[in-house]
């Protein structure tokens, strides 16, 4: 199923403690942005790529994206301060799209075959984000005190990208602009709406690099990768 991705790539990246957009930081060989792009340029079923930016950065993001040849770009919206607004910026200037994923630029593993079940799901369903299975006891802790363990069987910790047939999700985010409702993802817009959305079982690895030792570990994994 063809499909537009978004990626937001506008944020601060302040957990890092980089002193500039982490996207910019190198994975072995490549940025971190770079390398998230070029999942989606080499994805046959990609038809277009919007990112959203900091209009300080602009400059520089087109710099690498003409080294490194990446040729899907249609556009690179002003982000805003909140990821949502960053994803609302790109969803306004996209036209007759059927499928769109949102996807982190900061979760650069993302596979192929992950992204071919979620937009096809979404054509199907309507909604469908990545997630995988908690491994730990999960508890629901206040003010340090355990009020509740949670049963596990039912816990998924969500990732992107997320899938949407695009005027669900235009239809969701309409709705939360209009309130100033702010999620952290893109599925709980849609949840609002009392729409199904769909999880499909996504890999461990797909992390979204955050910290310092997210760094090691995503080069652990591109290591792997090309044994
Ligand atoms: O900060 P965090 O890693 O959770 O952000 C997830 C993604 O959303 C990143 O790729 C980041 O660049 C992007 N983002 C954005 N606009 C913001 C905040 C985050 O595009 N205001």
Request: with cysteine; proline share 3%.
């Amino acid at each position: 199923m063809h499909y537009e991705v978004v990626l937001p790539a506008a944020g601060s990246g302040k957990r890092m403690g980089a002193g500039q957009n982490k996207l910019f930081l190198t994975l072995l060989d490549k940025p971190i942005l770079i390398h998230t792009l070029l999942v989606f340029e080499q994805d046959e079923a990609c038809s277009g790529i919007w990112l959203a930016v900091k209009d300080t950065e602009r400059d520089y993001i087109q710099s690498l994206i003409a080294k490194y040849n990446i040729t899907k770009i249609k556009g690179l919206p002003t982000g805003g301060t909140e990821r949502q607004h960053s994803v609302h910026s790109c969803l306004k200037e996209m036209k007759d799209v059927e499928i769109v994923l949102v996807h982190d630029a900061a979760r650069p593993f993302i596979t192929a075959p992950i992204i071919e079940k979620l937009a096809d799901t979404a054509y199907e369903k309507g909604a469908a984000i990545a997630g995988v299975r908690a491994k730990d006891t999960m508890k629901i802790v206040r003010e340090g005190i355990i009020k509740e363990t949670v049963d596990r069987e039912s816990l998924w910790m969500i990732q992107t990208p997320q899938a949407f047939r695009f005027n669900l999700l235009a239809e969701a985010e309409g709705a939360a602009e209009k309130v100033g409702f702010l999620g952290t993802d893109e599925a709980m817009l849609v949840e609002r709406l009392g729409h199904e959305v769909y999880v499909v079982e996504s890999s461990y690895d797909n992390v979204k690099i955050t910290t310092q030792e997210d760094l090691i570990f995503g080069e652990a994994i591109l290591k792997a990768r090309a044994k």
